[in-house]
């Protein structure tokens, strides 16, 4: 891997991470462009570094939310109080259920979807436009996320686990159809994320999957910059672009790239 392939995975990474474009698919388009020697198949490491920028891009920009979610939580634990936090909590933990229970029923069918297979990204990114164009003509509400709608979001977050669905386009989309406010489906959209990341990684370090023997630091690093810094960016970017519904212009670029993406692997 040359240190501007990191760079270049690293903002794909960080952009579409929170950006509904899909990350997994853009990383695959990334790869194929690149070359398939550009993150090769054992650098798992690489991959749970840019997913670790992320996350971390992510508690920065949401981290008074953080804050106030744990305060909350200690008082309701203390106090044996059932807090606007906890419950908020609750619903977090809850959306994490499916995804959790699909990605461990199903993790070796996903691992086979990847690699190359530029069809389906191109398919899935479509299925994402129309999700887009859908949610962007949603009526405006104030309605938060309930226990039942946070079950559904999880599904949706699960089934974005293929190449070419963009998570947060999905899990976005899902909760402005089900009738939540824009900015409060936004901001569940990002922090219910939190968790599943740091549980992949901490699953892929205690399984031993990760091969340190032949690491770079100075590609971890550029890789992680990149992300980290990207991500912060787009982050901040989604949430205006929601609550402005704004996603029909992602959901033709989401268009444009799947159908690119489809003619690209029949040749």
Same mark, same amino acid.
């Given at each position: 891997?040359?240190?501007?392939?990191?760079v270049i995975?690293?903002i794909?990474?960080?952009?579409?991470?929170?950006?509904p474009?899909?990350?997994?698919?853009?990383l695959?388009?990334?790869?194929?462009?690149?070359?398939?020697n550009?993150?090769?198949?054992?650098?798992?490491?690489?991959?749970v570094?840019?997913?670790?920028?992320?996350?971390?891009?992510?508690?920065v920009?949401?981290?008074k939310?953080?804050?106030?979610?744990?305060s909350?939580l200690?008082k309701?634990? *203390?106090?044996?109080?059932w807090?606007?936090? =906890?419950?908020?909590?609750?619903?977090i933990?809850?959306?994490?259920?499916?995804?959790v229970?699909?990605?461990?029923?199903?993790e070796?069918?996903?691992?086979e979807l990847f690699?190359?297979?530029?069809l389906?990204?191109?398919?899935?990114?479509?299925?994402?436009?129309?999700?887009?164009?859908?949610?962007?003509?949603a009526?405006?509400?104030?309605?938060k996320?309930?226990?039942?709608?946070?079950?559904?979001?999880g599904v949706?977050?699960?089934?974005?686990m293929?190449?070419?669905?963009?998570?947060s386009?999905?899990?976005?989309?899902t909760?402005?159809l089900?009738?939540i406010?824009k900015t409060?489906a936004a901001?569940f959209s990002?922090?219910m994320?939190?968790?599943?990341?740091?549980?992949?990684i =901490?699953?892929?370090i205690l399984?031993?999957?990760?091969?340190?023997?032949?690491t770079?630091f100075t590609?971890?690093?550029v890789?992680f910059?990149a992300a980290?810094?990207?991500?912060?960016f787009?982050c901040?970017?989604?949430?205006?672009?929601?609550?402005?519904?704004?996603?029909t212009?992602?959901a033709?670029?989401?268009?444009?790239?799947?159908?690119i993406?489809?003619?690209? *692997?029949l040749?």
């Open positions: 891997m040359e240190i501007l392939d990191a995975l690293g794909i990474q960080g952009l579409t991470e929170f950006l474009v899909s990350s997994s698919g853009h695959e388009l990334g790869k194929a462009i690149l070359g398939s550009a993150m090769p198949k054992e650098s798992l490491l690489f991959t570094v840019l997913h670790f920028a992320t996350a971390l891009s992510t508690i920009i949401f981290r939310d953080i804050i106030e979610i744990f909350g200690f309701a634990m *203390s106090n044996k109080i807090t606007e936090e =906890a419950k908020f909590s609750a619903k933990i809850v959306s994490m259920i499916p995804a229970i699909i990605g461990y029923k199903y070796r069918v996903f691992e690699g190359n297979n530029i389906l990204v191109g398919s899935m990114l479509i299925v994402t436009a129309v999700l887009l164009f859908l949610a962007d003509r009526k405006r509400t104030h309605k996320v309930g226990l039942k709608d946070a079950l559904i979001i949706a977050q699960g089934i974005a293929l190449p070419g669905i963009s998570r386009g999905a899990t976005i989309s909760s402005v089900l009738g406010d409060k901001r990002f922090l994320v939190i968790p599943l990341i740091f549980g992949k =901490a699953k892929d399984a031993g999957e990760i091969d340190y023997t032949s770079n590609y971890l690093s890789g910059l980290f810094v990207s991500g912060l787009a901040t970017w989604m949430i205006k672009l929601v609550k402005q519904s704004k996603l212009y992602f033709i670029y989401c268009i444009i790239v799947g159908v993406a489809i003619i690209w *692997s040749l």
